[in-house]
């Protein structure tokens, strides 16, 4: 499968963006997706997650709250949206993918990568 990540851009503190993550070669309903970002100089983190099903879902507990993971079947398509931004969101968001069903918090459960999307946040 191949991920296309978008929805990315500047934004100012205490707005709103929604990155979406496209499938394409195989549905998403039949994988367990995630969101990881990586700011400048730091490592790869945890975002968010998501079931193959969309009846389990996972926070980092920075994010906790302010952002939501959901997914459209129809449209073979996973959503973050992210609210009350902070300057410390700033980073590229990655979407994941893995064969198998649950919303794991782990980069290693991941087997497929889309290429990031950068969300600025200014203060």
Known sequence: VQLQASGG??????????LSCAASGR????YATG???QAPGGEREFVAAISWSGGSTRYADS??????????????????????L?????AVYYCAATDRT???Y??????Y????????VSS
């Open 9 to 18: 851009g500047l934004v100012q503190a205490g707005g709103s963006l929604r």
């Open 27 to 30: 549905t998403f309903s039949r």
């Open 35 to 37: 969101w990881f970002r």
């Open 63 to 84: 994010v906790r709250g302010r952002f939501t993971i959901s997914i459209d079947n129809a449209k073979n398509t996973v959503y973050l949206q992210m609210n009350s």
């Open 86 to 90: 902070k300057p410390v969101d700033t």
């Open 102 to 104: 649950d919303a794991y």
């Open 106 to 111: 782990y980069s290693r459960e991941y087997d």
């Open 113 to 120: 990568w889309g290429q990031g999307t950068l969300v600025t």
